[in-house]
T-cell receptor, first 119, second 111 residues
Framework: GAVVSQHPSRVICKSGTSVKIECRSL??????MFWYRQFPKKSLMLMAT?????????EQGVEKDKFLINHASLTLSTLTVTSAHPEDSSFYIC???????????????FGQGTRLTVV | AQSVAQPEDQVNVAEGNPLTVKCTYS??????LFWYVQYPNRGLQFLLK??????LVKGSYGFEAEFNKSQTSFHLKKPSALVSDSALYFC?????????FGTGTRLQVFP
């Protein structure tokens, strides 16, 4: 099946610094990638939809200047957490959908997640 | 807005017994429903989906789900649980071309 690779799997950073998380589709092209944040109580919150070659679409309440998303190619999307604070500590998960498909005929494929800890 | 609800925070079941993880949906129009599983510190893995057709959908690892329009439910089931099935299970619905997840149900299978 399709593979989505997320890197790093774990990162610890100091408050005030920025952290970049990469999401790559390894064996398929993806015009659309999604970024989720998972909270300790386990619920998954959709943060933004990333579209190749255009600006990301952020969900209500998500600060676009804090969570910068870049989707520069059909196989790579990045999430940069800027000026990180301890409350940004969380598990971030990306997912990708195969180019030219919709949810009607394919599922989304998920990366393994990134555990961010801000100290 | 489309949404799914998972009323149980945790489900406990003995190995070998049947399991059910509940999901109800609230959508306008035809619902497109999914089940995903998450193992510790991992991303989500697709189990099955309902788009149209038979109400009983068979998926990966012996799981199945029954779409019930009158009860607006899409419960996940397995006839005989395994300890290795212990994980976090998410029901999801498509809304404006995005996957929206329920709050998740932790399944614990005891030997």
């Amino acid at each position: 099946g399709a593979v989505v690779s997320q890197h790093p799997s774990r990162v610890i950073c100091k408050s005030g610094t920025s952290v970049k998380i990469e999401c790559r589709s390894l064996d398929f092209q993806a015009t659309t990638m999604f970024w989720y944040r998972q909270f300790p109580k386990k619920s998954l919150m959709l943060m933004a939809t990333s579209n190749e070659g255009s600006k990301a679409t952020y969900e209500q309440g998500v600060e676009k200047d804090k969570f910068l998303i870049n989707h520069a190619s059909l196989t790579l999307s990045t999430l940069t957490v800027t000026s990180a604070h301890p409350e940004d500590s969380s598990f971030y998960i990306c997912s990708a959908r195969v180019l030219g498909t919709g949810f009607m005929n394919t599922e989304a494929f998920f990366g393994q997640g990134t555990r961010l800890t801000v100290v | 807005a489309q949404s799914v609800a998972q009323p149980e925070d945790q489900v406990n079941v003995a190995e070998g017994n049947p399991l059910t993880v509940k999901c109800t949906y609230s959508v306008s129009g035809n619902p497109y429903l999914f089940w995903y599983v998450q193992y510790p510190n991992r991303g989500l893995q697709f189990l099955l989906k309902y788009i149209t057709g038979d109400n009983l959908v068979k998926g990966s690892y012996g799981f199945e789900a029954e779409f019930n329009k009158s009860q607006t439910s899409f419960h996940l089931k397995k006839p005989s649980a395994l300890v290795s099935d212990s994980a976090l299970y998410f029901c999801a619905v498509i809304f404006t071309d995005k996957l929206i997840f329920g709050t998740g149900t932790r399944l614990q299978v005891f030997p």
